[in-house]
């Protein structure tokens, strides 16, 4: 057994999360609208610093981590480079593209000590318009995309919802640069492709729509939503030819394009891109050179709001007691459960490392509940309130002659017993992704 790697798995006992206890016989009694806010307070995941702003705790920091490396990836596919902005913006630069009192109070204005007035970024289109005008990309430089993982801020009158809507929140934005309208819908269109491979690896059922320009502007606009009975947006859907629109831009009884029916759902909005033409290159004097004159660059904006995303899987999945992450989010895909110990079972303890070595040796993420000084009971209740994806029991079956594991698919509500193999087996398949639920029967 490899010492170093078990002194470094994660073990519950060293965990900092602040679980809220639920008394024996009582019920989860929540005070918010959002059973995901409320579940992740209870369950350590985030934490409130001051209204609208929450810190995430080492589970939901993980969990944000698996979804970064996610759209890092997907961002690397299409060719975008990856920067760090200033989190601070000169005014100046927000006051000449109007949005200074476009936006007003919903801006977070500083001061230094020479009276120079800056803005705390909600977004980041002058920012990143002042950076490429200075710079003065060349043509072969084009398609230019840019992005960034960052904090943004926005300076909500009334925070609520937890993640969905407060006043710090961690968001993707992505910025292209293209020389012509038609380069820079190609580009649009590559972006797109991106953001329905992020929310496909996710696996939370999706819907776009198109969008309202708003204060961003541009030409055309799409939204991507979660559909959900908290959100605050309303989409409306044609059930004959799937034409899909916010309510904010949709009039009329039908639909446009078919004249067919309408539905309206209620919707968390998770991602936004907006084909912004010329709109800030122009008054930023981004431009470029080309057959002999400096034409301003057409841009296109892409948001993806993480926090929020991790939140909206959340209330869509969990149950009102127990969180339910996409497996591809979840803090730790693994939790395994060692006996009690000086129980019958504690001399089939060695299993429990043995199997969080050979999962970890296959790259699967584990945590393992080393207290035992509490029922396995009380801590499969904890696995499950927490959301891990699946748990591994060393209980009363595996101190028989053949030994067998409790295997536990809490997303599914599924538990079998199972050989050492055939667990095993399960997870060299799920890494691969041929994973069926036939290949953990025993």
Same mark, same amino acid.
């Given at each position: 057994m490899s010492r170093e790697l078990i002194n470094h798995m994660q073990r519950v006992s060293k965990l900092l999360q602040p679980i809220k206890t639920i008394p024996k016989d009582g019920a989860v009694k929540g005070v918010n609208a959002s059973k995901s806010y409320q579940l992740m307070i209870d369950?350590?995941?985030? @934490?409130?610093?001051?209204?609208?702003?929450?810190?995430?705790?080492?589970?939901?920091? %993980?969990? !944000?981590?698996?979804?970064?490396?996610?759209? +890092?990836?997907?961002?690397? *596919?299409?060719?975008? =480079?990856?920067?760090?902005?200033?989190? !601070?913006?000169?005014? @100046?630069?927000?006051?000449?593209?109007?949005?200074? +009192?476009?936006?007003?109070?919903?801006? #977070?204005? $500083?001061?230094?000590?020479?009276?120079? %007035?800056?803005?705390? *970024?909600?977004?980041?289109?002058?920012?990143?318009?002042?950076?490429? &005008?200075? $710079?003065?990309? =060349?043509?072969?430089? !084009?398609?230019?995309?840019?992005?960034?993982?960052? +904090?943004?801020? %926005?300076?909500?009158?009334?925070? @609520?919802?937890?993640?969905?809507?407060?006043?710090?929140?961690?968001?993707?934005?992505?910025?292209?640069?293209?020389?012509?309208?038609?380069?820079?819908?190609?580009?649009?269109?590559?972006?797109? %492709?991106?953001? @329905?491979?992020?929310?496909?690896?996710?696996?939370?059922?999706?819907?776009?729509?198109?969008?309202?320009?708003?204060?961003?502007?541009?030409?055309? *606009?799409?939204?991507?939503?979660? !559909? &959900?009975?908290?959100?605050?947006?309303?989409?409306?859907?044609?059930?004959?030819?799937? #034409? =899909?629109?916010?309510?904010?831009? #949709?009039q009329g009884e039908t639909c446009k394009n078919c004249g067919g029916? $309408?539905?309206?759902?209620?919707?968390?909005?998770?991602?936004?891109? #907006?084909?912004?033409?010329?709109?800030?290159?122009?008054?930023? =004097?981004?431009?470029?050179?080309?057959?002999?004159?400096?034409?301003?660059l057409v841009m296109g904006c892409y948001g993806l709001g993480l926090t929020r995303l991790l939140a909206a899987s959340l209330e869509i999945l969990s149950t009102n007691e127990d969180l339910r992450w996409p497996k591809a989010l979840a803090p730790y895909t693994v939790c395994i459960i060692p006996p009690k110990e000086n129980s019958k079972e504690s001399p089939a303890a060695h299993f429990a490392y043995e199997i969080a070595e050979n999962l970890m040796e296959r790259n699967i993420d584990v945590i393992f509940d080393d207290r035992t000084h509490l029922t396995i009971g009380r801590r499969m209740l904890d696995a499950r309130r927490t959301g891990y994806p699946y748990v591994v029991v060393v209980g009363r079956s595996a101190v028989q002659e053949t030994p067998l594991f409790e295997f536990h698919d809490v997303n599914e509500g599924e538990r079998e017993d199972v050989s050492l193999d055939r667990l095993y087996n399960f997870f060299e398949n799920s890494a691969s992704g041929r994973t069926t639920r036939s290949q953990i029967a025993v």
């Amino acid at each position: 057994m490899s010492r170093e790697l078990i002194n470094h798995m994660q073990r519950v006992s060293k965990l900092l999360q602040p679980i809220k206890t639920i008394p024996k016989d009582g019920a989860v009694k929540g005070v918010n609208a959002s059973k995901s806010y409320q579940l992740m307070i209870d369950m350590g995941i985030i @934490r409130q610093s001051l209204p609208g702003m929450y810190t995430l705790l080492p589970l939901g920091n %993980r969990a !944000l981590d698996k979804l970064k490396r996610i759209v +890092n990836t997907a961002m690397e *596919s299409i060719g975008a =480079q990856k920067i760090v902005l200033p989190n !601070l913006t000169d005014s @100046r630069l927000w006051k000449k593209t109007g949005r200074l +009192n476009e936006m007003g109070d919903e801006l #977070f204005l $500083v001061k230094d000590r020479h009276k120079q %007035r800056y803005v705390l *970024s909600p977004t980041y289109e002058e920012s990143i318009t002042s950076l490429v &005008a200075d $710079v003065k990309p =060349q043509k072969s430089h !084009l398609p230019l995309l840019l992005y960034q993982i960052s +904090n943004k801020w %926005r300076d909500e009158m009334k925070p @609520r919802l937890g993640l969905f809507r407060g006043r710090e929140f961690v968001m993707k934005d992505l910025y292209s640069f293209d020389a012509s309208a038609k380069s820079a819908g190609r580009t649009y269109e590559d972006v797109a %492709r991106a953001y @329905r491979g992020i929310l496909d690896h996710i696996g939370v059922p999706y819907s776009i729509v198109q969008g309202d320009t708003g204060i961003m502007g541009g030409i055309i *606009s799409h939204e991507y939503h979660y !559909l &959900a009975d908290i959100g605050e947006d309303t989409v409306v859907s044609c059930n004959a030819c799937n #034409f =899909q629109v916010n309510s904010v831009i #949709f009039q009329g009884e039908t639909c446009k394009n078919c004249g067919g029916e $309408v539905s309206k759902k209620s919707a968390i909005e998770i991602g936004h891109t #907006f084909l912004l033409g010329t709109k800030y290159s122009e008054v930023l =004097q981004a431009t470029v050179h080309t057959q002999g004159s400096e034409i301003p660059l057409v841009m296109g904006c892409y948001g993806l709001g993480l926090t929020r995303l991790l939140a909206a899987s959340l209330e869509i999945l969990s149950t009102n007691e127990d969180l339910r992450w996409p497996k591809a989010l979840a803090p730790y895909t693994v939790c395994i459960i060692p006996p009690k110990e000086n129980s019958k079972e504690s001399p089939a303890a060695h299993f429990a490392y043995e199997i969080a070595e050979n999962l970890m040796e296959r790259n699967i993420d584990v945590i393992f509940d080393d207290r035992t000084h509490l029922t396995i009971g009380r801590r499969m209740l904890d696995a499950r309130r927490t959301g891990y994806p699946y748990v591994v029991v060393v209980g009363r079956s595996a101190v028989q002659e053949t030994p067998l594991f409790e295997f536990h698919d809490v997303n599914e509500g599924e538990r079998e017993d199972v050989s050492l193999d055939r667990l095993y087996n399960f997870f060299e398949n799920s890494a691969s992704g041929r994973t069926t639920r036939s290949q953990i029967a025993v």
